[in-house]
């Protein structure tokens, strides 16, 4: 049954109640008109709970835009929207079109800082985020009483003499929900062993970044990045308001996964219009064994990063060097399944903490 304004429904007790279903949920498919994101595919996601989404097949399908009830889940950064055909891959070209977003995918053979590996120069972050998607199919369907709104498509990565990767992803919701699903398969379609990094880079901002907001996770040790993360370490969890010409503070994070393998975080404002809001990550360590918190309060540039990897930030040459790099072989597929949603509410924030206790 779906569940909605607190009550139960079949699809036809629903069905009885309005013409079209788009009424209470669904997806809308359509292109941007002008500016640098002109002719960019994008779809929209509406639950039905206030729950809304973007989904951008043309941008590796990553997630631009989430709102619940008007505000603004993410943080979105000065460069909009912009098309793929604008990326510069070179050194720290890919910042002139991160446009932040709920999730922008880093990967898939490089992620974090520039580099040079075995002659191979590296942008930041790496290509998929960059690639637009093909084979992409919408969907709205009725499963089991349950109403089911989708989009999955694949992304290529790949390059004579190199690399040959696919990631085929689909990112599903439920009518009356306040969370969606990422559900992700990596294949090396190659002949040759690749290095393998990817990293989901979620991008947390005001209202629920504010000062009091807080990091909660399962946290047993963290690893300040570099010096300037040293610095006030101790306040790894704790946000403030936005401060001028702040610095990027980076932290490793070793996290306890529960009895299931699952590890489950959030940021969170417990003051938001009194009643407290977050927004919360469930992912699985043997999926995901690392963990990177971006802490940025700078002015305009006012966000918190929780981004689960299989990988460092500082580069793959880095990565090489520590003996921590991944790789795929040929044709094996990596998968991973990661849990977004929204916490609203003291009595679910607490429940929240409850089992991320350590």
């Known amino acids: 049954m779906a569940r909605f304004l607190g009550k139960d429904y079949s699809k036809r007790e629903l069905g009885r109640l309005v013409g079209d279903f788009s009424q209470v949920a ?25 729950f809304e989404f973007t989904v951008t097949p043309d941008r590796g399908m990553d997630i631009p835009r989430a709102f619940y009830k008007g505000k603004s889940l993410c943080w979105r950064s000065s460069t909009g929207d912009v098309s793929p055909y604008f990326f510069e891959p070179e050194g720290f070209g890919w910042l002139r079109s991160f446009y932040g977003g709920l999730l922008t995918t880093c990967g898939l053979t490089q992620v974090g800082a520039p580099s040079e590996d075995q002659g191979e120069k590296l942008g930041l972050h790496g290509r998929i985020s ?16 349950e109403y089911i709104l989708s989009v999955e498509g694949k ?3 790949s390059v004579v003499f190199g690399e040959n990767l696919v990631l085929k992803r ?31 880079h979620f991008n947390i901002g005001f209202p629920v970044v504010q000062e009091n907001s807080r990091l909660i996770s399962p946290t047993q040790e963290i690893k300040p990045r570099d010096e300037e993360a040293e610095k006030g370490k101790e306040d790894y969890a704790k946000f403030s308001s936005p401060i001028p010409y702040f610095k990027e503070k980076v932290y490793y994070h070793k996290m306890k996964p529960d009895k299931d393998g699952f590890v ?6 417990d003051n938001l219009e009194g009643e407290g809001m977050g927004v919360y990550l469930v992912y699985k360590i043997d999926q995901l064994p690392n963990f990177i918190e971006w802490k940025m309060m700078g002015e305009g540039e006012y966000v918190v990063g929780m981004e689960p990897a299989n990988c460092g930030v500082e580069g793959r040459a880095k990565d090489r060097e520590r003996g921590t790099l ?30 991320i206790q350590i």
């Open 26 to 50: 669904g997806i809308k498919d359509y292109q941007l008109m002008e500016g640098k994101g002109k002719g960019m595919r994008c779809v929209d996601f509406w639950t039905g709970s206030g």
């Open 155 to 157: 992304i290529c990565q």
């Open 170 to 200: 689909k990112i599903w919701t439920r009518l009356g929900e306040d969370r969606l699903w990422i559900e992700d398969k990596v294949e090396n379609q190659g002949y040759r062993e690749t290095p393998f990094m990817i990293l989901y």
């Open 264 to 269: 489950r975080c959030a940021v969170v404002n």
């Open 326 to 355: 991944q790789f795929l072989k040929p044709g094996e597929v990596r998968e991973f399944k990661l849990e977004v949603g929204v916490l609203t509410g003291k009595e679910q924030i607490e429940d929240f903490e409850r089992k």
């Open 130 to 145: 960059h690639i637009p998607a093909q084979n992409i199919v919408t969907n709205e369907e009725w499963i089991n009483e």
